[in-house]
């Protein structure tokens, strides 16, 4: 399995950027991807995770109402929109994936640990 990000940057307070995270590798769509972000100096959090099997999503206080996550029809890619950006979204966001399509939840809150994780992308958001 191989997870890789791509759509950081840097963008003023109030715009938006949109994450990819391609999983490949899975046989079938029994997995859960998840959008991690850790800021210099804090603990990693989970952003937004989803069930690649049923759809189902989580996302934290911290981004809800803001950003959405979905998947693709082909259910290969993840998408992170994320509107009316803010500078305290600064960070490293990493793309994370678990097999088990229902580890969605226990996967953003940190009950466990992803088993496939890409290399990060930088978004920066400047007030």
């Known amino acids: 399995v191989q997870v890789v990000e791509s759509g950081g940057g840097l963008v003023q307070a109030g715009g938006s950027l949109r994450l990819s995270c391609d999983a490949s590798?899975?046989?079938?769509?029994?997995?859960?991807v998840g959008w991690f972000r850790q800021a210099p100096g804090k603990e990693r959090e989970g952003v937004s995770c989803?069930?690649?099997?049923?759809?189902?999503?989580y996302y934290s206080d911290s981004v809800k109402g803001r950003f959405t996550i979905w998947t693709d029809g082909h259910k290969n890619t993840v998408y992170l929109q994320m509107n009316r950006l803010k500078p305290e979204d600064t960070g490293n966001y990493s793309c994370a994936a678990e097999p088990g399509g229902g580890t969605w939840y226990a996967l953003c809150l940190k009950l466990i640990t992803a088993a496939y994780w890409g290399q990060g992308t930088q978004v920066t958001v400047s007030p």
């Open positions: 989803v069930s690649v099997s049923d759809s189902s999503t």
């Open positions: 590798g899975f046989t079938g769509d029994d997995y859960a």
